[in-house]
Nanobody, 120 residues
């Protein structure tokens, strides 16, 4: 099995910063991509940012220039540095990954979610 464990959420004032971490563990042959999604009450889950093998990154427009995604392959960990936070960034943030457990088995696990609350 493959698991993702997130950490780093919390309460911060508008304009502040937080750093989220997500570590993958278990049967891992290779990690193709890792990313962060978020879901605010009453809204659908949306992609915030992802990073694929080779380092290519993608961001949703609302976080460009404020959030930075990075990964440490040696630690099977992805990070989301969130700066200049706004109240509208308030949501539960979920980690997601595409992981090869073997040459033929692909897993797409979700983390348990971490709450980010930005006060005005």
């Amino acid at each position: 099995q493959v698991q993702l464990v997130e950490s780093g959420g919390g309460l911060v004032q508008a304009g502040g910063s937080l750093r989220l971490s997500c570590k993958a563990s278990g049967r891992i042959f290779r990690i193709n991509a890792m990313g962060w999604y978020r879901q605010a009450p009453g809204n659908q889950r949306e992609l915030v940012a992802n990073i694929i093998s080779g380092g290519t990154t993608n961001y949703t427009d609302s976080v460009k220039g404020r959030f930075t995604i990075s990964r440490d392959d040696a630690k099977n960990t992805v990070y989301l540095q969130m700066n200049s936070l706004k109240p509208e960034d308030t949501a539960v943030y979920y980690c997601n990954a595409e992981i090869l457990s073997s040459l033929t088995v692909i897993k797409r696990p979700w983390g348990q979610g971490t709450q980010v609350t930005v006060s005005s």
